[in-house]
């Protein structure tokens, strides 16, 4: 089973691109945005380790560091960089962890049997300053992510740990935000202004989604 939302992500020494790496140490208080791939050399992961590479400097500008996963060994990785740079046309700018051992893949519940019981599904954890597990989404192999709802997730998480609000259906950076049922109308109005009010539990306001590093709420 995948990490619960709200546990402490485990730490974890593993090889990478980089060298070897201690997840703690790299994540100090960043957010992180930790993701798998089943297998090097593969079609849909070469294109979203590109995608990411070229989208890098946005997940920067959040205050979050970017962490691959696949379960092949360190060696491939860095040959399968070259093919990655390529179809990005930019180097790979991330580290890519070595888990031949499935070691981390079992302890983040990333492997899921009845799809495949020797590579990891397409996992994505999304783990905050504190190094809570704040969202995780799950995707099987014949599917590619988008980049996109990776960093409007990355965004709504960081402007509802900061204010005292959700984001509804569709949301993107800039438009309204549903306030806290916990906030009486005139407290509401005096943080926010205007309120678009539909029902007495549903109420609208402006809310600047301002990028960069915010705790966990």
Known sequence: MSLPLGETAPD???DSTQ???????????????????PKDFTPICTTELAAFAC????????????LGLAVDPVEDHHR???????VAGAELNYPILADPELALAKLYGMIHPKADPKVTVRSVFFID?????RTTLIYPPSVGRSIDEILRTLDALQL???LPVATPVEWRPGDDVVVSPKLADAEAAARFGELRKL????????A??????????
Do not use: C, M, N, Q
Not at 55 to 66: S, V
Not at 80 to 86: E, H, N, R, T
């Open 19 to 37: 060298g070897s790496l201690h997840f703690a140490a790299y994540a100090r208080d960043h957010w992180v945005v930790l993701f798998s791939h």
């Open 55 to 66: 989208r890098k400097p946005e997940f920067d500008a959040r205050g979050a560091r970017l």
């Open 160 to 162: 509802t740990g900061r």
């Open 80 to 86: 399968w960089a070259k093919d990655i740079a390529d």
């Open 129 to 133: 300053p504190e190094r809570k597990v």
């Open 199 to 206: 029902k007495p539990y549903l109420r609208f306001a402006k």
């Open 208 to 217: 600047g989604a301002k990028t960069g590093k915010a705790k966990a709420a």
């Open 12 to 14: 974890f020494t593993l």
